[in-house]
């Protein structure tokens, strides 16, 4: 009773540029498109899991983080030896070496690394590029009887509209 679920996962919008890249090089090189990258959850999803699966009092937060890569082949090289390829039974099995340099081409052109100005490279030229990682948060209690519950509807002695406007003017 009363127990803590806490946990961090990988969220929908991770690495859409590398999606992006590969749905137009295979449009261009094989006039289709298949899956890639695995399936993520939508953040906007997270919420509704938890509570369908019977948590109270669930919070969810999101960070999006971008990493940089020297390239887009390295990009896939890490994901690949971390094991991190699609895992859903209807994918193709392999792209064709043409489609895989033509999505990495694509990536590299179209998602170069966004870097502040006071980063210097020592004079290097060349660029890095971005993957985007969504980071999704999230925790839930096990129901108990010692957990907060919400006042009976119509109980309210204020009105939101008259604490709105108390506390803008006690700002002022």
Known sequence: P???FMFAMVGGATLTELRSSM???EMERDGGVSTHVGPFVDFSDVGALLTNAGFNLTTIDVDTIKL????AMVL???LQRMGESNACLNRRQAMSADTFLASACIYDEMFPL???DDDD???????DVEATVQVIYGIGWTPHE???KPKERGSATNKIGDVV???SNAHR
Do not use: F, I, R, T
């Not at 940089?68 to 390239?71: F, K, L, Q, T, V």
């Not at 490279?121 to 660029?127: A, H, M, R, T, V």
């Open 146 to 148: 010692s957990q907060p």
């Open 68 to 71: 940089g890569y020297p390239n």
């Open 165 to 167: 406007v108390e506390s």
């Open 23 to 25: 749905v137009l090089a």
């Open 121 to 127: 490279k020592g004079g290097q030229q060349e660029k």
């Open 76 to 78: 896939m090289e890490h």
């Open 2 to 4: 009363d127990g803590c």
């Open 114 to 116: 966004e870097e502040d």
